[in-house]
């Protein structure tokens, strides 16, 4: 059981990410969250080395432009106060861990697309 949540790790992650952003927009009917999420199912369901790959570097490059926008968000502050703390302290973590799950999602389905040639 867990051997398999831990192969889809960096999938279930990203879907919870999505489901964040649906429920923090106020439509209900968001059809950017659900092609999100109906991709990332399809991904788990069918493990499609290709498909891994592309949204892995897909998220890996979209979290180094948001990397970037953080660090531009941080430099518009005067002082640093909670707020600046926060930020750093929560984008940071969120960036980093998108950035690990990624970057293991990457090689994992770099891995299987190597034993699939």
Do not use: R
């Amino acid at each position: 059981m867990f051997k398999k949540l831990k192969f889809f790790i960096s999938e279930l992650f990203l879907i919870l990410s999505v489901l964040y952003y649906w429920f923090l927009t106020p439509n209900l009917f968001n059809p950017i969250a659900i092609g999100l999420l109906t991709i990332l199912v399809f991904q788990i369901i069918k493990k499609n080395a290709t498909l891994g790959i592309v949204i892995s570097a897909t998220v890996l490059l979209l979290t180094l432009f948001m990397v970037l926008a953080l660090i531009s968000e941080l430099s518009e502050f005067n002082t640093i106060n909670q707020n600046w703390k926060n930020l750093v302290i929560f984008g940071s973590l969120y960036l980093g861990l998108n950035l690990i799950l990624a970057g293991f999602m990457f090689y994992k389905y770099l891995k299987l697309k190597a034993i699939q040639n």
